[in-house]
Structures are given as structure tokens and as C-alpha cells.
């Protein structure tokens, strides 16, 4: 039996909780819940929240018993110290968390390689979709040269939307709200931020390399006009904000932009629509994989939430060997808004 | 350092091998190759051949110091008994045959587990495309309750291309065989026993139940005509082998077929061509994850053999617990040559 300790209940953290206790998986068992709001936010799991210890002190937590701390808090701060307090404290790690991974992932996984527990990160990128384990472990047997994907759900289903009905950005934000896909405030996605920390953590993993997620250029969806997608469609094809990422190893030379762009019509990603992610990965030997699902949404990435603790209950021995990342790289960026995701003129970064 | 023993040089063994001797991992170490014509094979892999032991005696593998055997010999015997002899004699064991996991697996599982040694099989589905790991621990944390699949590129290959020139199954195959994606004889491709062994070890994974491929009906494609698939296209599709398998815990039924049916046009499976392989797989929570890329060839069985292999040399220690898989199920197949794959009617098997 493996016991289970939540941090942050917000959407992610209330659909692991909802999960882990109405239907549990045998060995798995939540135990204890941290949220500032405990209080409020215990009423909402019923009769269930009887057996949890819901605490708005995190000391609680990294002083408890449990075997994994799920974080689920977002941001940041403080959210990388208590990861470290939480793998100092001799507990494994699962997180959703894409900042907290992009900023400081090395160095967490380090340690806890060192400390014999295991940092998993499934979930902060593509949500349900398993591509963090096809990169980093599937096609480890590969060099992989091309990592290109739709890998913000949000800014996908403004687009799509826009495409599909010809109304205003603004509109589409707002049917997306409607529909729980985008939040209050969507500036990070639509900039592209959130798909470049996403960018910058697959990066990692498929090039060995450490890039910082503003170091990678592109440009913000945030202007996209109707009249832009239009034009898109008269030309055959759409506007999708896509991620490219494309590591050269003999020049040490990495490619990397988030950005509006064009993508011909009979593309996976402009068959990409809603709050889909979508990611084409090539591989020197392996051609073109594809893998494609539910990007966002706290039931699909309680999916891969739980597939971490499971990972972590089958072996709590296993330990997993950081990746040593290297800094020593020429990054090539775009401004590339619209631009055909085939003709983009690099130029170098900083 | 991982010491590496391959079993068997052909399309599959001789591409692990050209990697591994040509542009080695650092800490993998190929040192041994069984083949029975071992003597003919050594002057294929040039200059790095002198650095390996070649032979046509088992037991110069089974009773050496290899960390890792890789069987790429294929079909049931003697390979599943040199599986046996090798984790017994403390090694792990990755293997490309599909037909030894299919009929062997959880058997084979369970004694590497037992034996504190891995058993892994990622080349067995799929080539390069990791769905081996995508049901089996990437959606891990979901129920899946569905998986369907273009699992054969050789029959893919061969009706996208009557599809494509109009042309007879034989003149297909032929053009296929050229191109290196089928063999001299492709009955086992055709019936769809191959892809037929690959759903069973997919619904081993998936849903935790042992079927065995030859209770899995369907029908050949063997026998697929031009005619047919231009009816097809006037439909507005085409024809694709796909293998399909459902499992309703509750009733506790597995739906599992492998037949040549009607897919729409723009279905993901319509636009699978070549030795592509494509798979949908639908969980409770995960709604649908896609995935595609080569799925047959050496170079891309290749990489899933290395990733393998990879994940060993990352925790040699790891122990994988064997499935438990439950054999207390109806089993409902179809006889659905051409039938639309969304409205075939089921009947019980056996």
C-alpha cells in the first residue's frame, strides 16, 4: 500500500482526489490533503473526506508518513521548495507542474536520484497524453532531431473555434471559458509562455539540453485576427500555435519558437481541434511518431497523475538517473507570426 | 556498463547490432550474437565483428556474463525456452517476438519478476511506436476500455497501395516485397494472425485478460479485391485491416476481432498508409489518445529494442511486478470482412 499526500486542490489536485477516493486503486491510498482554503474545500468531497487529513500548514505534509506528494499547487514558489523540502523529507515526487519543471526539473530530479526517490513529471505536458514517457524513456533508444506540437489546449480551442464559427479572438475566449477550457486569465497561453515551458522540459529530455523558456522566441497568438485566419484558409491551411523544437548535435544548435503559424489544411495539426495537444517527434532511426489527446482538463491529467504514483507503487525501489543537461548551445529562434511552419528564417537568440 | 547478448541476425538482430557496434551507447556493450549460421553473418557487421563472439551454441550465451539477451530470433520454440534459460540464468530479457509474448508472456513476466530481472517487449507492438509503454504505463492511472489499431505495416502497405494505384493484391505484394515490407511469405501478415498475436498482448496490457490469439476472430484480408476497395472508396472511405478489442469490466466481455473493414475517409486509420502503424485507445478518463509511426522495418524495431534495453541499463535493480491477467471472461468476435467498423454485430466466440 502506497500512501498519497495532495498538494493544491484546485482543478487538477480535486480530480486526482475525487479519483484516488471513489474509485482507488488497491495499493494506492490519499491520506492527506494541503490546500490554504482546507477548510472549504473538504466539504467538497463528501463523505469520502472523512478518512483524509485536510491541513493548511505544509509542515504537515513533508512531516508526514506518506510515501508521494502529488503537487498540484502551480507557480513557481513556493512550489519548488516544497518539492525539495518534500524529496529532503524521503518522499517521491509527482507533479503537474510545468513552471516548476521547466525552472528547476534538473535539479529536482537530481536530487531525487540522489535521495533514492523518484521525480515524476508526466503530467505537465500534454495532460493525458503519454508523451513525456515516449521521449524520454520509449524513444530513448533513438537520437531524436524534431520535436513539433500543439501543446496549449487553450490557445488550440480559441483557434479552432475562430476557424470553425469566424468570430473574434475575444469570442472564442469566452465560448472557451464557457466550456472550462480556458481560465480568467489565458495571457500565458495565448503568449505562448506556457507552451514554451512545456517546449523547454521536452527539450530536456530528447536533447539533453537546458534551455530557459524565455530564451525561446516565436510570438504571441494573443493578436490573432479572424480576417488572419482567413487569410490562413485561403491559402489552404489554418493558424495553429505550435511548438517546434530541433536539435542539431554535431553544431550544438538548437531551434526553438512558439508561435501562430500556418499549417496546411491536411496537417495533424490543423485536424487538431478544441483543447487537443498533438505532437509530431522525429527520431534518427524511429521516422515521424505521432501522439495525439486530451491536453487539458483535470480528469485527463488526473490520468497521468496517477499513472506517476502507479509507476512509483509497482517499484518504490527504482531509482531513475538524472539526465545531465547541457548549457553549451547556439539557440536559433523566430519571429515567425503566420509564417509557414516549413519557411521560418532562424535567427539567433540574445 | 551493460554487457548486451543478441539472439538471432536477422532484419531486427542486425539492425540492434549495427547500432550498437556503430554508434554504441556509452554505457551499452554489445558482446555476443547467436545465430545458427553465425560464421556466414560475422563478415555483415565489418570491422566491429572482431570485437564480438559469434556462435551457434545457446548455451555460450545462457551460461555467459551479459547483463541483457535481446531475442530476435521470432516464433514460439526454441525461443520461448531460450527465454526461460536466460532469466533463470539471472539475465534479463527483451525481446521483438511477438508471438512468444503473446502465448508466453505473463508466464515469462512472472519468472523475470521472480528472478529480480526485467522482461521487456516494447518491440513487439508496434516498431517504434511506443505503445507497449503507453498503455502499459503511461495510461496506467486510467481504465481503458478500448483499443483499436492498424498493427500490421506489411497488410497496410499493401491495401494503402491498392488503395492508391488501383492495382491486385499479388501486384501490391510484390511492389511491398521490393520495398522491403513484406516477406517472402506473408500469410501470417494477410490472415491477420500477426496482428492477432499484438492485440492479445495489447489486451493483456490494457485490460488484464488472457486471450488467446486464436480465439480472436475476424476474417483475412488475404482475399481483399480492387473491386472491393473501390466500392469502398465510392462509399466514402476505404478498406484497412484493423484489429479491434473492447472490454466491459462490468460484464466482464472482451470484444476482440481482427478483420479488412470500412474505415471513412478521413478516420485517422484512412490516413494511415505504407508500413505505418496507428492506434486509438479510449480510457474512462483519458477520452482518446492516439498514436502512430513506423511500425515495421529494422531500423525502427531498432529503437524500441535500444529503449528497451535503456531502461534497463538506467535501474538494473528495477522489478517490474507482473501482471495478474484473468482468464473468467465471454469472449464476443465477429466474422466482419468489409463491414463498417462502427456497426458490426457481435457474436459469442466458441
Given at each position: 500500500?502506497?500512501?498519497?499526500?495532495?498538494?493544491?486542490?484546485?482543478?487538477?489536485?480535486?480530480?486526482?482526489?475525487?479519483?484516488?477516493?471513489?474509485?482507488?486503486?488497491?495499493?494506492?491510498?490519499?491520506?492527506?490533503?494541503?490546500?490554504?482554503?482546507?477548510?472549504?474545500?473538504?466539504?467538497?468531497?463528501?463523505?469520502?473526506?472523512?478518512?483524509?487529513?485536510?491541513?493548511?500548514?505544509?509542515?504537515?505534509?513533508?512531516?508526514?508518513?506518506?510515501?508521494?506528494?502529488?503537487?498540484?499547487?502551480?507557480?513557481?514558489?513556493?512550489?519548488?521548495?516544497?518539492?525539495?523540502?518534500?524529496?529532503?523529507?524521503?518522499?517521491?515526487?509527482?507533479?503537474?507542474?510545468?513552471?516548476?519543471?521547466?525552472?528547476?526539473?534538473?535539479?529536482?530530479?537530481?536530487?531525487?536520484?540522489?535521495?533514492?526517490?523518484?521525480?515524476?513529471?508526466e503530467?505537465a505536458?500534454?495532460?493525458?497524453?503519454?508523451i513525456?514517457?515516449?521521449?524520454?524513456?520509449?524513444?530513448?533508444?533513438?537520437?531524436?532531431?524534431?520535436?513539433v506540437?500543439?501543446?496549449?489546449?487553450?490557445?488550440?480551442?480559441?483557434?479552432?473555434?475562430?476557424?470553425?464559427?469566424?468570430?473574434?479572438?475575444?469570442?472564442?475566449?469566452?465560448?472557451?471559458?464557457?466550456?472550462?477550457?480556458?481560465?480568467?486569465d489565458?495571457?500565458?497561453?495565448?503568449?505562448?509562455?506556457?507552451?514554451?515551458?512545456?517546449l523547454?522540459?521536452?527539450?530536456?529530455?530528447?536533447?539533453?539540453?537546458?534551455?530557459?523558456?524565455?530564451?525561446?522566441?516565436?510570438?504571441?497568438?494573443?493578436?490573432?485576427t479572424?480576417?488572419?485566419?482567413?487569410?490562413?484558409?485561403?491559402?489552404?491551411?489554418?493558424?495553429?500555435?505550435?511548438?517546434?523544437?530541433?536539435?542539431?548535435?554535431?553544431?550544438?544548435?538548437?531551434?526553438?519558437?512558439?508561435?501562430?503559424?500556418?499549417?496546411?489544411?491536411?496537417?495533424?495539426?490543423?485536424?487538431?481541434?478544441?483543447?487537443?495537444?498533438?505532437?509530431?517527434?522525429?527520431?534518427?532511426?524511429?521516422?515521424?511518431?505521432?501522439?495525439?489527446?486530451?491536453?487539458?482538463?483535470?480528469?485527463?491529467?488526473?490520468?497521468?497523475?496517477i499513472?506517476?504514483?502507479?509507476?512509483?507503487?509497482?517499484?518504490?525501489?527504482?531509482?531513475?538517473?538524472?539526465?545531465?543537461?547541457?548549457?553549451?548551445?547556439?539557440?536559433?529562434?523566430?519571429?515567425?507570426?503566420?509564417?509557414?511552419?516549413?519557411?521560418?528564417?532562424?535567427?539567433?537568440?540574445?
Amino acid at each position: 500500500m502506497i500512501r498519497v499526500a495532495l498538494l493544491g486542490f484546485g482543478t487538477v489536485g480535486s480530480a486526482v482526489a475525487r479519483r484516488l477516493t471513489h474509485s482507488p486503486a488497491r495499493n494506492i491510498q490519499l491520506t492527506h490533503v494541503f490546500d490554504r482554503r482546507a477548510r472549504q474545500k473538504r466539504a467538497s468531497l463528501g463523505a469520502a473526506a472523512s478518512r483524509l487529513i485536510f491541513t493548511d500548514c505544509i509542515d504537515d505534509i513533508v512531516s508526514s508518513d506518506v510515501d508521494v506528494v502529488v503537487e498540484a499547487v502551480g507557480g513557481v514558489e513556493p512550489a519548488a521548495s516544497w518539492i525539495r523540502s518534500t524529496l529532503l523529507a524521503g518522499k517521491s515526487v509527482v507533479t503537474a507542474n510545468k513552471q516548476v519543471v521547466a525552472q528547476h526539473g534538473a535539479a529536482l530530479w537530481r536530487l531525487a536520484s540522489r535521495q533514492g526517490r523518484q521525480f515524476r513529471f508526466e503530467a505537465a505536458v500534454g495532460g493525458a497524453m503519454p508523451i513525456v514517457r515516449a521521449i524520454g524513456d520509449g524513444l530513448a533508444g533513438d537520437r531524436i532531431t524534431r520535436i513539433v506540437g500543439i501543446l496549449n489546449g487553450t490557445t488550440n480551442a480559441v483557434l479552432s473555434q475562430m476557424e470553425a464559427t469566424g468570430c473574434s479572438l475575444d469570442a472564442a475566449l469566452d465560448a472557451a471559458r464557457a466550456r472550462g477550457l480556458a481560465e480568467a486569465d489565458p495571457s500565458a497561453d495565448l503568449s505562448g509562455d506556457d507552451a514554451r515551458a512545456k517546449l523547454a522540459i521536452l527539450c530536456a529530455l530528447a536533447f539533453g539540453v537546458r534551455v530557459k523558456p524565455e530564451d525561446v522566441g516565436g510570438g504571441s497568438s494573443a493578436g490573432v485576427t479572424c480576417r488572419d485566419i482567413a487569410n490562413a484558409c485561403r491559402r489552404g491551411g489554418t493558424i495553429r500555435q505550435l511548438a517546434h523544437a530541433e536539435y542539431d548535435a554535431r553544431q550544438t544548435a538548437l531551434t526553438a519558437w512558439v508561435a501562430p503559424v500556418f499549417v496546411e489544411r491536411d496537417s495533424i495539426f490543423a485536424r487538431t481541434t478544441g483543447a487537443q495537444n498533438a505532437a509530431l517527434i522525429t527520431g534518427e532511426h524511429c521516422g515521424e511518431i505521432g501522439i495525439f489527446g486530451a491536453g487539458a482538463g483535470g480528469d485527463a491529467t488526473s490520468v497521468a497523475v496517477i499513472s506517476d504514483i502507479t509507476a512509483i507503487a509497482r517499484d518504490r525501489a527504482a531509482i531513475i538517473p538524472a539526465p545531465e543537461l547541457v548549457s553549451d548551445f547556439r539557440l536559433l529562434t523566430a519571429d515567425c507570426r503566420f509564417a509557414d511552419s516549413r519557411t521560418i528564417e532562424l535567427q539567433e537568440a540574445m
